[in-house]
């Protein structure tokens, strides 16, 4: 009679009778201290990956707060004191993560950030720029589509999932990014005073933001979407990611006004009134006008950074036209020489572009689609023309305009 084979363990061979435990598998086994030599070999290496990783954050070469700054002059004009208080708070996020793991009593908290400023001033394009020059994960999301929780909608948590998705789905990674919250006034509640009833899209989306903001363990749905009991989660500590909030709290203004107006009592009002800027209220943001604007004490309390983007008044618009490295002229000028063709505009015509933003007070996005307003007829002819140059003069400007201006109104 053929003696039955004993099972070994194919790591360190020892049979059945010589471990307590053998896990058997579809083609090999392996007993329970070899198990336990692979998951240390496994921690061991998580160990080293993170300290690679955090050593990569040498406080000597990172960007100071001028270079940060620097970079954002080559492409956005104007909003020095945004600029500063967002070179900082990034600099800062990197002088936190260079501190994970020191032996130091000293814990350096985030500061999360809140830019507030009218439309087209150029709150997501710093955003956009500063993420190129990031040696940490950024992700830029719209607070518009969050609704609470069980609504339909994308909850809170989503917000994480697109930082997964930029890190390539590396948790550790993920929790050193940064995220840019665009249209953060959007979720603002509707009422001063609390409802009995539900905000589904504003006071329930701050109150699920406040985990995030503050720092916890979030479950985080990988492919995200909504959540369901029986999903798998991805665990993401939040504690050293920054939070980047934006906004153009529209009508704010008269907050601001107010409370001004009740600050200005006694003997000096009317000097204190001509020194108030009416045409730049934002200068004088504070938080309280947030809470009377509809963001909820908790928030504001956990974006302690504020500052304002000041309005693009005609020097700022006009250079926005022509001096960033992506500026609007440089663009159209790119797209016709694709096709052979040098596009010029005159000095005239680009005043009149100015004129026509500060007329419609879109900002920089004002710009745009006057320009596109402009080109769109050149860039539909000249291609099949045959030409190789071609000015943009006022009267030309002001011929589209009209014309456009003129299929508007019949629309």
């Known amino acids: 009679m053929a003696k039955k084979q004993m099972n070994k363990c194919n790591f360190c061979g020892r049979n059945e009778l010589e471990v307590k435990l053998l896990i058997h598998g579809m083609d090999a086994c392996i007993c329970d201290e070899c198990a336990e030599q692979a998951w240390d070999i496994v921690q061991s290496n998580k160990i080293k990956a ?19 700054k620097a970079y954002l002059d080559q492409y956005v004009i104007g909003q020095d004191d945004a600029k500063r208080y967002l070179a900082v708070a990034v600099y800062n996020h990197y002088k936190r993560l260079s501190q994970l793991g020191a032996a130091d009593d000293v814990e350096i908290e985030k500061s999360n950030i809140i830019m507030v400023g009218a439309t087209g001033t150029g709150k997501t394009l710093m955003a956009r720029t500063i993420a190129k020059m990031l040696k ?40 050193r990014g940064i995220v840019f919250i665009d249209e953060i006034d959007k979720i603002a509640r509707k009422a001063d005073n609390p409802s009995i009833t539900r905000d589904v899209s504003g006071e329930g989306v701050q109150q699920g933001l406040l985990k995030l903001l503050e720092g916890s363990i979030v479950n985080v749905p990988p492919k995200g979407g909504r959540k369901h009991p029986d999903q798998d989660y991805v665990h993401l500590d939040t ?13 704010i203004e008269r907050k601001i006004a107010q409370r001004l107006n009740t600050h200005v009592v006694g003997y000096n009002a009317v000097q204190n009134v001509a020194r108030i800027d009416r045409n730049d209220l934002l200068r004088y943001i504070v938080p309280q006008d947030l809470k009377a604007f509809g963001l909820i004490p908790e928030i504001i309390g956990r974006l ?40 010029t ?8 572009i100015v004129d026509k933003a500060l007329e419609y007070k879109l900002g920089a996005r004002g710009l745009r689609s006057i320009v596109e307003s402009i080109v769109i007829g050149p860039q539909f002819d000249l291609p099949s023309r045959g030409i190789k140059e071609f000015t943009i003069d006022v009267d030309f400007a002001r011929q589209q305009m009209d014309k456009a201006n003129l299929q508007a109104e019949a629309i």
């Open 304 to 343: 302690p950074m504020l500052t304002h983007l000041e309005p693009l008044d005609r020097k700022a618009l006009r250079a926005i036209l022509t001096e960033p490295k992506n500026s609007l002229i440089r663009q159209q000028v790119k797209l016709f020489e694709m096709d052979g063709i040098k596009l």
């Open 345 to 352: 505009f005159t000095d005239e015509a680009l005043e009149y």
């Open 50 to 68: 993170t300290m690679t990783a955090l050593e990569d954050f040498d406080i000597k070469k990172l960007p100071k707060p001028t270079d940060i």
């Open 136 to 175: 940490v994960p950024f992700t830029i999301v719209d607070a518009t589509v969050f609704t609470e929780a069980g609504y339909v909608g994308e909850d809170v948590e989503s917000i994480l999932t697109r930082l997964l998705q930029v890190a390539d789905f590396d948790q550790e990674a993920a929790e």
């Open 239 to 251: 504690r050293n990611i920054l939070f980047i909030c934006g906004g153009a709290f529209d009508g």
